[in-house]
Structure formats: C-alpha cells, structure tokens
C-alpha cells in the first residue's frame, strides 16, 4: 500500500510518501517539506498549505493518509498554529475521499524503534535504515513524515481498510452525516 | 458590504451573514449553526464543516469573512477542536479568494457593546437591536457569529479593503508566496 504522511506544521509541514506492506522494509517515493512565512497573513498560509497538499495528494495518489496528533503538551502558541495545521492536513485525505489517520508521536516511535520515548535521532536513524536510504532524510520534518508513513503501513492497515470499507457503505446506503 | 461571520467549533460551529455600512444598524440575511457529532471521525467532521462553509460562502457570496480568533484561555481538550475548526473556517473565505480576518472575543464584544468584557446576554441583547430583529438569534453560537459579521462592518472595512487590494496586487504581479 501507497501512503502519505503528513508531519502538521504552519511553518514547516513534513509530507512523506513511501509503499510497502506490514512487517517489511518499505520504498521511498518521495518527501517533502512546505513552508509558509511566519508574518505572513493566516489565511494565505492555511491556503498556501492546503493547496500545496491537495496537489501532493493528486500527484502521488496514496491509498491513505497518516497525521500527526496534535496535543497541547508544546508551547501553547505554537500548538494553535500545529492544530491549524492538522486541520488542513487531514482535509486534504479528506476531501480526496481517501481513509485518514491519525497517530500520537509515541505511538509512531514504538512503531518504528520499539519505544514510545526514543528521540528524534533514533526515529531517523530507524526510517533511514528501513528506507534503505544512503543518508538520514532532511530536514526532520520530513524523516517525521516518513516515520508516519511507515508507521501506518505497519500498524494501521486494517484499521485504514476497514475506516474505507465503513465510508464507501455510508456513500452507498446515503446515510445522512 | 456583506460579510460572512463565523464563530468556529467542531460540535457546533456559528454562521452569519450580514449586510451593512460602517456606524448604521446593519441588515440580516442569515444564520446558521453547523453541526457535527463528538463521536464521528475527527476527518469526516472537518471534511463536514468545510463542505458546509463552502456552500454558505458560495449561496451568500460574501465580499469578506470575519473569523473568532482562538485562544488558549479555554479548555485545552475543546481549543484544540476550536483551533482545526477555525482552520476549517479561514480556508472557506481564503479558497473562495475573498479577504479574511480575524477578531479576538474582546474586540466583538467592544465593537458591539462599547465593553470588551461584556457578558454573553448583553452582546446577543445588542445584535437582536442592531439587527432590528423581533427576538433574539439561537442558538448564542448564531449571535456569536453575527455579532464578528458586525464586528467586521463597523472595524475592519477599512483593513479588509486593505488586505484585498494587496491580494490582488500579489496576483497581478505573481508575487510568489
């Protein structure tokens, strides 16, 4: 299965999108990081985001999509603007029709290295080894990405199918939202 | 001019849409409140609200849109849904290529009521005045949202023209972003 991570950031967004199947090393496609200017205006920079992910989106045509959750344990400001951000990110799944899903930063990190507390440099560490990559991906948005991607191809595969097998009988029966 | 207000949540989100001139009594169109359900999926409520808000947006054919800003003086489980739906909200007016702005709770209720700490009662009480109407707005996230419409009409003409004869120079000359 194709998947696309989305690290959820306003001014740094990791996307990554990377195949495989459960239990296996998986293939980088490809990652990314899009950036929007912290004085610039919100609107322009949800717009900016939510535009440069539905492209991502369409260009890479992911079964599903993986987002970070966001929690309030940061800094309160920048947590509004991550929150803002994961909006935009889980729309752009949305919107596509595909299955999203959302996993906490510790349950990504046991995912790929076998505990929940591993730092950022074992995470990238791991994803570089399981991409087969000659060198850590940068920046660490994007190895984050990645991580989620991979994450969900191990862990949330039958989730995903079965979130899609519930949405595509909620479109056929019409059942009301 | 029109403006379109929103007072953003993810159970319930408040719509209204406002016509009026700086200083006079303004005219209502029409309010609404947007639901979702707490136990639904956090993708398909947000994919929800933006469908939602597309649609208002492309029925009323506002020249702006005023959005609550959210802070984090609230519950820290309810802003982070209050943040996404916000996020929601913005990229309605940005998608739709129309200026949007943003206005802290205290600065609805001083445009309003003269007071930035004005309870809840005493800013519906002066929407249903100012609004000529026989009866107050409900639910309050109604009033909420037609309060920022007002807000917007009496404050931000001024910015909001501002803001769209940037947007527009940006496009005429392709400034990247």
Known sequence: MR????????TRCGVGVVEG???????LVAYYVVYTEADEDIALRLRHLDESLAKLVAEHRPESVAVERVF???NVRTVMGTAQ???VAILAGARARLPV????PSEVKAAITGSG???KAQVTSMVTRLLGLDKPPR????ADALALAICHI????TRARIAAAAQAAARRTGAPR
């Open 3 to 10: 998947v696309l991570g989305i690290d959820p950031g306003l």
């Open 21 to 27: 199947v459960p239990g296996r090393p998986c293939k």
């Open 72 to 74: 309030s344990q940061h």
């Open 85 to 87: 951000a994961s909006a």
């Open 101 to 104: 899903q959302t996993y906490t």
């Open 117 to 119: 507390t591993a730092g």
């Open 139 to 142: 920046p660490a948005d994007a």
């Open 154 to 157: 191990w862990r949330g595969g």
